[in-house]
T-cell receptor
Framework: GAGVSQSPSNKVTEKGKDVELRCDPISGHTALYWYRQRLGQGLEFLIYFQGNSAPDKSGLPSDRFSAERTGESVSTLTIQRTQQEDSAVYLC???????????FGQGTRLTVV | AQSVSQHNHHVILSEAASLELGCNYSYGGTVNLFWYVQYPGQHLQLLLKYFSGDPLVKGIKGFEAEFIKSKFSFNLRKPSVQWSDTAEYFCAVSNDYKLSFGAGTTVTVRA
């Protein structure tokens, strides 16, 4: 597609439920990032994928968070047993190569009630 | 660990005023530098970038930024702001592959 696509755009879930967020990067982009943006705060790095290399998971806040990406295609971010503090906008970005300009999706606004 | 600091949390100014937003980073190696902007209701988009060469870079909408290596700074400037520049501005630094962001500065331009 023309840009980075994320789905759903909004998700309301009950505390304790699992959620799965999806990111479609720009075709041909080898690098993919996930960030979390809490209300009024900056972007918190979560995870980075580069081609078929092992991902950098150093930003994942707990073992309830996991992410996958197959090759250079779609990525999914899964949050298990959601908590209220998980409420945030989850942003995905992709870039052609590492260190190049990153293109962002619209984000998924997650609300845990 | 690499970090990015933006000096101002919220800036309020009138149209035609000049704008300067500070950004400092902690990493000492070779870095690529970016400013992103997020207009209300829109996604993050690139304003300008610095990879190498002339340390004064020009971006879209009349913005420019200056890389000062000795100060680990990459400050954003615009000589005369417009109401439409109301947005949140993020400085970002990339080394190796990690792309780290500052906390952001909210800029409000009063008509």
């Amino acid at each position: 597609g023309a840009g980075v696509s994320q789905s759903p755009s909004n998700k309301v879930t009950e505390k304790g439920k699992d959620v799965e967020l999806r990111c479609d990067p720009i075709s041909g982009h080898t690098a993919l990032y996930w960030y979390r943006q809490r209300l009024g705060q900056g972007l918190e790095f979560l995870i980075y994928f580069q081609g078929n290399s092992a991902p950098d998971k150093s930003g994942l806040p707990s073992d309830r968070f996991s992410a996958e990406r197959t090759g250079e295609s779609v990525s999914t971010l899964t949050i298990q047993r959601t908590q209220q503090e998980d409420s945030a906008v989850y942003l995905c970005a992709s870039s052609l190569k590492p260190q190049q300009e990153a293109f962002f999706g619209q984000g998924t606004r997650l609300t845990v009630v | 660990a690499q970090s990015v600091s933006q000096h101002n949390h919220h800036v309020i100014l009138s149209e035609a005023a000049s704008l300067e937003l500070g950004c400092n980073y902690s990493y000492g190696g070779t870095v690529n530098l970016f400013w992103y902007v997020q207009y209300p209701g829109q996604h993050l988009q690139l304003l300008l970038k610095y990879f190498s060469g002339d340390p004064l870079v020009k971006g879209i909408k009349g913005f420019e930024a200056e890389f000062i290596k000795s100060k680990f700074s990459f400050n954003l400037r615009k000589p005369s702001v417009q109401w439409s520049d109301t947005a949140e501005y993020f400085c970002a630094v990339s080394n190796d592959y990690k792309l780290s962001f500052g906390a952001g500065t909210t800029v409000t331009v009063r008509a």
